[in-house]
């Protein structure tokens, strides 16, 4: 989750840009840097590591990088290592275009291999250094049009903003899914990847649309389309406080990283799916997937109900054994584990000592350790033989949302990675599901958009109910375990999550006209199981409210409320149909007054054993 600022105006604009890189800083990094139009010339900074290091580097170039017209970036590696030339900001051969950028470019390599035969030089190993190239072989005197023809040439999903040394007083900006903000201040101008990194300087803000251009002047912006149509936009006035800006307007940091999920899932798959054909781990060893005869998963909390999730991907896909196992039960039952084994520990913070242990355990008995983790350095970064990296940013709120969904990409990534190695699915198939992981960000997108008033009424009606059950079976089984975790802990409401089969045998005493029913109804190869589930709880008096996938009359017809996800392949609807259920705990617990955030008793991570 990198971070985008940049200022065109008269004042010096280094310490602003800092300034702002400093408030983007909750998203995570691993290095940055600036560049500022000098004297007809453009100069940049980068460093590896925190922003500190940046000052530092500034510091230690005496000073000579002054500009009134600057960019500056936060980057979470994605294409290539954590190196100073992989930071951005990146440049042309002339130097003269300097870009920076958040998100991937797809066609990076064959538009790199364009433009070396053209006689480009690139000097880092980024996607992103494509975009300067790009920009400065299209360019005829005119910044805005060198960017038009630049973003028709590019595919993926990306904001950047280019600056010139021939054009000093203008930065464009282009969009492509990935979040870009304009401030219009008083002969001064910002343009940034979200509002917070300005807000101290101008409250004056302009949206950029998906698939929209703008040009940034100390005096105002130009809005265009890819063809070239001006656009028109309003400016809005934002009117939040510190701290609604620093959960970027948005009520509570759960919101804000409920929202944040399809950029998390989006970073997370990146640079991993480029190639149509199969996935990329360059971070795993081929050996440790190819050659392991059952894998374990072992995690806590919600990260238990991703690897479940997981299980079923990696079984179906690659046909490859897999046991889960909450870490604290596995590491005191004497597991029978060793060489061959392959344990994965998922576990978003990297320090859950439950988790750590049991890592530690498989791996002192002779079992090849990978951990899926959010935090880079993290404790299990060093107790495992490889790690996968989820790339949600840093996560405030306690109840995880955006890390969850960024876990499950992770280990779809690894199930495909599996399947390709192992030669377990036909290429037509494994095709097909690389396209539709890539096309999970646009479908969270627009699940936000189509389901968030539904559920926020379906809320308002349950909001005083004093037990939830949650029902699924198969692969909804861990969407309904985490979706009663997340009402259990930020509402305290009494929930249950039950394997729909096992209703039967016992749990149906509970079912009377007080207590409503989620179920869990998405596509899946026992849904009709599901449905004479939902009908036995509705003739025992009790509401239901199902998650399925659009289109399933069955569903709908037999439900009291039906919250629709968009149609993929079916194991893939887990990472969407538990957003409904995120935001149906969460919408209860605001009803209820409660401090969503910060629920009692719990903490972020648990370190203690
Ligand atoms: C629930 C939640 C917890 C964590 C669990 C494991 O919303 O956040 O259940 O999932 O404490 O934490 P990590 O993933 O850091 O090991």
New binding site residues.
């Given amino acids: 989750m990198c971070g985008i600022i940049g200022y065109v105006g008269s004042r010096e604009c280094r310490d602003l840009l800092l300034e702002g890189l400093q408030r983007l800083e909750y998203r995570g990094y691993d290095s940055a840097g600036l560049s500022l139009v000098t004297n007809g010339a453009v100069g940049s900074v980068h460093a590896v590591g925190n922003l500190q290091n940046l000052r530092d580097a500034l510091a230690r170039s005496n000073g000579h990088l002054k500009g009134s017209t600057g960019i500056g970036h936060t980057r979470w590696a994605t294409h290539g290592r954590v190196t100073e030339a992989n930071a951005h900001p990146h440049w042309d051969t002339s130097e003269r275009f300097h870009i920076v950028l958040n998100g991937i470019v797809e066609n990076w390599t064959e538009l790199r291999d364009r433009l070396k035969a053209q006689g480009a030089e690139f000097t880092s190993e980024t996607d992103a250094e494509v975009v300067a190239h790009l920009i400065a072989s299209h360019f005829d005197g005119d910044l805005v049009e060198a960017v038009r023809l630049a973003y028709n040439d590019l595919r993926g999903h990306y904001a950047f903003v280019a600056m010139s040394a021939d054009e000093p007083d203008v930065l464009v900006g282009a969009r492509k899914e990935c979040p870009l903000v304009v401030g219009l201040g008083d002969g001064e101008s910002f343009i940034a990847s979200a509002i917070p990194a300005f807000m101290s300087e101008t409250r004056n803000v302009q949206l950029v649309h998906d698939g929209e251009i703008v040009a940034v002047t100390p005096t105002g912006s130009r809005f265009i389309s890819p063809d070239g149509t001006a656009i028109e936009r309003e400016v809005d006035r934002v009117d939040w406080n510190d701290e609604q800006a620093e959960k970027g307007g948005y009520e509570t940091f759960m919101l804000k990283e409920i929202h944040e999920q399809a950029d998390a899932v989006a970073e997370t798959i990146a640079d991993r799916t480029a190639r149509p054909d199969g996935v990329d781990l360059p971070e795993l060893d081929d050996e440790l997937l190819r050659d392991c005869r059952r894998i374990v998963i072992v995690?806590?909390?919600?990260?238990?109900h991703a690897g479940l999730i997981g299980r079923y991907a990696i079984e179906e896909w690659a046909r490859v054994p897999v046991e889960m196992d909450i870490a604290s039960e596995y590491r005191y039952r004497n597991p029978i584990v060793g060489p061959g084994d392959l344990v994965i520990g998922?576990?978003?913070?990297?320090?859950?000592a439950d988790?750590l242990a049991a890592m530690r355990l498989a791996r002192e008995r002779g079992a090849k350790v990978i951990a899926v983790t959010n935090i880079m350095g993290s404790q299990a970064t060093r107790d495992a033989d490889g790690v996968v990296y989820t790339r949600a940013g840093l996560e405030i709120s306690?109840?995880?949302t955006k890390?969850f969904v960024a876990q499950v990409a992770a280990i779809y990534l690894l199930g495909l990675k599996l399947a390709e190695l192992r030669h377990a699915l036909e290429p037509a198939e494994l095709e097909s599901l690389v396209n539709e992981l890539k096309s999970i960000p646009h479908r969270i997108e627009m699940l936000l958009e189509s389901c968030s008033d539904q559920v926020r009424e379906i809320a308002r009606q349950h909001h005083h109910r004093e037990f939830f059950l949650y029902l699924g079976r198969h692969i909804g089984l861990p969407v309904c375990l985490e979706g009663a975790?997340?009402l259990k802990?930020i509402s305290y409401i009494p929930t249950e999550a039950y394997a729909a089969g096992e209703m039967k045998h016992g749990p149906i005493a509970l079912l009377d006209s007080s207590r409503p029913v989620v179920c869990v109804a998405t596509d899946m190869p026992v849904l009709d199981k599901v449905l004479s589930n939902i009908s036995e709880v509705k003739a025992r008096g009790s509401e239901v409210i199902a998650v399925a996938t659009e289109g399933s009359g069955h569903v709908a017809a037999t439900a009291d409320q039906t919250i629709f996800i968009p149609r993929t392949d079916w194991i893939l609807q887990p990472i969407l149909a538990v957003i409904p259920l995120q935001l149906l705990a969460y919408n209860i617990a605001v009803y209820r007054g409660l401090n969503v955030d910060q629920p009692r008793n719990l903490a972020?991570?648990?370190t203690v054993e």
């Fill in positions: 995690a806590c909390g919600t990260s238990y998922i576990t978003q913070s990297g320090e859950t988790t306690v109840a995880a890390t975790l997340k802990e972020k991570t648990v």
